[in-house]
């Protein structure tokens, strides 16, 4: 069956970078588009990036040039990297599969989400 | 990027009801709307797809509609099961953009 396992750091120093790994299985990387949405404690949902199954990838701008999404097909991981963090970057991090198919289920499977705390 | 409103941002409604929730759009987003239920400490749950399509294996009470720029989201014959947050997520354009949130509390 579908799923996906977002893995990473509870706690992450200021400034300093976040990597976190999505773990997937029941489907391939190169079918399928993944993407990163985060979530600060108490707040809505937002729409980070993806990584598109033919290996580009989408950003939003929000995140300028701190974020970067890569993957490794061979082991079915898709990796988040953010640097220079701070405070407000303190969110659950979840990353979710996107239907192959238009018109489809934009967002149909997620993982649990990790929680990351920044801090000073 | 798109804005998506949505309304009310909680809601209080009693088993049996039926409630509605909408979003709109700052421009129109073709029926590319998602609906999602999220209760704490989970992830987010499809309800709805394209406006209208209902996920596979989602109670039937749920239902969609709505174009160009209004949507809504009706959940009929509310079940305690429904008490939680809704989102609407637009993936008509990137940025995908979700409204704010509705918390749904059953009395």
């Known amino acids: 069956q579908v799923q996906l396992k977002e893995t990473g750091p509870d706690l992450v120093q200021l400034t300093q970078t976040l990597s976190i790994t999505c773990t997937v299985s029941?489907?391939?990387?190169?079918?399928?588009?993944v993407h990163w949405v985060r979530q600060p404690p108490g707040k809505g949902l937002e729409w980070m990036g993806a990584?598109?199954?033919?290996?580009?990838?989408d950003y939003n701008s929000a995140f300028k040039s701190r974020l970067s999404i890569s993957r490794d097909t061979s082991k079915s991981q898709v990796f988040l990297k953010m640097n220079s963090l701070q405070t407000d970057d303190t969110a659950k991090y979840f990353c979710?599969?996107?239907?192959?198919?238009?018109?489809?289920?934009?967002?149909?499977?997620w993982g649990q989400g990790v929680m990351v705390t920044v801090s000073s | 990027d798109i804005q998506m409103t949505q309304s009310p941002a909680s809601l209080s409604a009693s088993l049996g009801e039926t409630v509605s929730i909408e979003c709109l759009a700052s421009e129109d987003i073709y029926n590319n709307l998602a609906w999602y239920q999220q209760k704490p400490g989970k992830s987010p749950q499809l309800l709805i797809y394209?406006?209208?399509s209902l996920q596979d294996g989602v109670p039937s009470r749920f239902s969609g509609s709505g174009s160009g720029t209004q949507y809504s989201l009706k959940i009929n014959s509310l079940e305690s099961e429904d008490a939680a947050t809704y989102f609407c997520l637009q993936d008509s354009e990137y940025p995908w953009t979700f409204g704010g949130g509705t918390k749904l509390e059953l009395k």
């Open positions: 979710a599969r996107q239907s192959e198919r238009y018109p489809g289920p934009p967002l149909g499977y």
């Open positions: 029941g489907f391939s990387l190169t079918t399928y588009n």
């Open positions: 394209y406006a209208s």
């Open positions: 990584m598109w199954n033919g290996g580009g990838t």
